[in-house]
């Protein structure tokens, strides 16, 4: 960080707006150094002075702006200080406004309306926007235009030591992470209070790692992991991941201590107690976590809005984790399934925050087999929120008895556009024969509703691969490539695995596509259909490759032809690419990089394949 430069990102807002603020603070805090006054104002500061000062020495002043903010006069004073910072200063300091509505508000503070703004709707939710704002903080401080993970070489065995083992762990890179925690496991539990002291700005990947290796010295890691958490109220930042790092291998050594501090009366302790219970899968709190949620209705919703997000996680992540054994099966599992939608209906009456439910729908997707009976239950309810959420975990879970229940949720006429989406994409992400049929004849029964034919061919798109006849597979491709350009690169991706040569021409346009993923995906699919014959092209689209995605995409190209990637026989920029967060891609591409590594012939694939697919896998669980 400049040396003139104490945060990141400060945020300004209005008082009533409070809680989102930090649903903001909790996404950016992660991997930057966010002023929030809740969060970072110390007893007995001089907070005008101190608040005043952080926003002299912040990169970025973030203005929450509401219907709440014309009357906020603090924030006034907060957004003209960062207007004047901006222009004295345009280079050091940037003002980006932050629509909480779909439509802002009436009135508008002088000089935001120049500013491009960010706006919080049905759609884009706040964690998408802090995923906006982590990219705008990687832009303002790389050293050069683009940034690449620097991944570091296999050191030597004389060198390899428990510091060593540690900076891989965190080193981003999976292939030498995962085997790092297990070998540092084996040395002894010396290193324990240094891993756990880098607890903090982690991305997946780190998490994995991290958990891997402390997950095998549970005992050791609790007690310095439960300090961590009850200290949040003065280090935030060192507590805001620790919850991620436990494991149901902790609780039996720190379950009682977090418990104890679930009602102390220090908010952030209490809120980081709640989210350690649910990764550690404690169900046995899962009741004092809703007493505790819903004892502020109606008296303080303000104080329920700062439980509501780490309750209603918690108690889900917990019944998902929850062992299966014959008497769970009989009624415990019933018993906990009951009790979470109870819990999510009951909220939903006061205020179920966007952000929460995509949350939940994430932590719902790490769902087994065993828990679909329940989920289809919630698929036939008529509250709308649990309809959603059905629809997601069971989409996730890939679930294919699910195929008929989900048609069901799409068909009747008038369905909410939001639940068809879920329902229609959930049945393409399952995919399959059925899947492909199922969305075939959803399209010509809704024909005449444009919006949603729409809809469903974007879901068929997702798994139209998987269509059994040739021909009925180019009419569809040609249907979509002619309705839609979203999902484009869907469509080249199965002409690929189909190896259908019929679409050359639409494969060598989309080479020059404006869209990364078309260009990568038209690559892959000529190295699958042609082969090494395809070599020059492929080369060229390799060496001209510009976001990691597309340059991943290119690198498995080269594989696919059986060639191999230009002076990289050990394919590190290839690991270093898929470093840069390729956890976050679309399943389809990661299943695509898992299956061609593993068939790849280069001797230094396999290893690759097996550490990512451990992390794709980690994701798709919701962790």
């Known amino acids: ?156 065995r004389s060198g390899s030591g428990d510091h060593s083992l540690i900076e891989k762990i965190f080193c981003r890179d999976p292939v030498e992470g995962l085997p790092a925690a297990i070998e540092l496991a084996e040395t002894g539990q010396d290193a324990v209070p240094r891993v756990v002291g880098r607890l903090e700005n982690l991305k997946l990947v780190d998490i994995a790692c991290a958990r891997t290796y402390l997950q095998l010295v549970p005992e050791e890691s609790s007690v310095l992991m439960v300090d961590r958490i009850l200290a949040a109220e003065d280090n935030w930042s060192a507590a805001t991941q620790t919850p991620d790092c436990f494991t149901p291998q902790h609780r039996p050594y720190c379950e009682g201590a977090l418990a104890r501090h679930l009602t102390d009366g220090r908010i952030d302790v209490v809120r980081k107690c709640i989210e350690s219970l649910g990764f550690l899968g404690a169900d046995t709190w899962g009741s004092r976590i809703k007493e505790l949620l819903f004892r502020f209705i109606p008296y303080d919703e303000d104080m329920y809005d700062k439980y509501e997000f780490y309750a209603l996680l918690a108690r889900a992540r917990m019944f998902v984790q929850l062992e299966s054994d014959p008497i769970t099966e009989q009624w415990q599992l019933s018993t906990n399934f009951s009790g979470l939608a109870n819990l999510i209906t009951s909220a939903a009456k006061i205020r179920l925050s966007p952000h929460t439910f995509d949350e939940l729908a994430k932590v719902l997707a790490g769902c087994q087999p065993r828990h679909a009976d329940h989920l289809l239950g919630w698929l036939r309810s008529d509250h709308y929120g649990l309809k959603l959420l059905a629809a997601e975990a069971l989409g996730k879970m890939r679930l294919r008895r699910a195929l008929r229940s989900l048609g069901s949720a799409v068909s009747p006429s008038g369905t909410d556009p939001q639940v068809l989406d879920r329902a229609a994409f959930a049945i393409g992400n399952i995919g399959g024969a059925d899947a492909c049929e199922l969305l075939t004849g959803l399209i010509q029964t809704r024909s005449e509703d444009a919006a949603t034919a729409q809809r469903l061919r974007w879901a068929l798109a997702y798994c139209i691969a998987d269509t059994v006849d040739d021909i009925q597979f180019g009419q569809l491709a040609e249907d979509i490539l002619s309705h839609s350009v979203t999902e484009t690169c869907w469509v080249h991706r199965a002409v690929g695995i189909r190896k259908d040569d019929r679409f050359l021409q639409v494969l060598r346009d989309g080479t020059s596509d404006v869209e990364a993923t078309v260009r990568g995906e038209s690559a892959l699919a000529l190295a699958r259909i042609y082969g090494a014959s395809e070599e020059n092209l492929l080369l060229r689209m390799h060496a001209e490759a510009g976001p990691s995605l597309e340059r991943v995409l290119t690198k498995l190209a080269l594989l696919a032809a059986g060639l191999e990637i230009p002076g990289d026989p050990e394919m590190r920029s290839l690991r270093a690419a898929l470093a840069e967060e390729s956890y976050l891609y679309n399943r389809l591409v990661t299943d695509d990089i898992v299956a061609i590594l593993k068939n790849s012939e280069n001797e230094f694939a396999a290893p690759i394949a097996d550490a990512w697919q451990r992390i794709y896998t980690f994701e798709r669980q919701g962790y």
């Not at 909480?100 to 706006?119: D, S």
Request: with cysteine; aromatic share 8%; charged share 25%.
């Open 1 to 156: 960080m400049d040396s003139d430069v104490d945060y990141d990102f400060f945020i300004a807002h209005a008082g009533a707006d409070v809680a989102k603020a930090e649903i903001f603070f909790d996404l950016l805090a992660r991997e930057t150094k966010v002023f929030l006054d809740i969060k970072c104002l110390l007893p007995g500061d001089n907070w005008p002075a101190v608040i005043h000062a952080a926003q002299r020495k912040s990169r970025v002043t973030l203005v929450l702006v509401s219907d709440r903010t014309e009357q906020a006069f603090y924030e006034g004073e907060e957004i003209a200080s960062a207007i004047a910072l901006a222009r004295d200063k345009p280079s050091e300091h940037r003002v980006v406004p932050i629509y909480l509505t779909e439509r802002p508000p009436e009135y508008v503070p002088y000089g935001l309306r120049q500013k491009h703004a960010l706006v919080v709707t049905e759609g884009i939710s706040a964690e998408q926007i802090a995923g906006q704002l982590l990219d705008l903080y990687r832009i303002l401080t790389a050293d050069a235009p683009t940034r690449r993970v620097q991944i570091p070489l296999p050191p030597t």
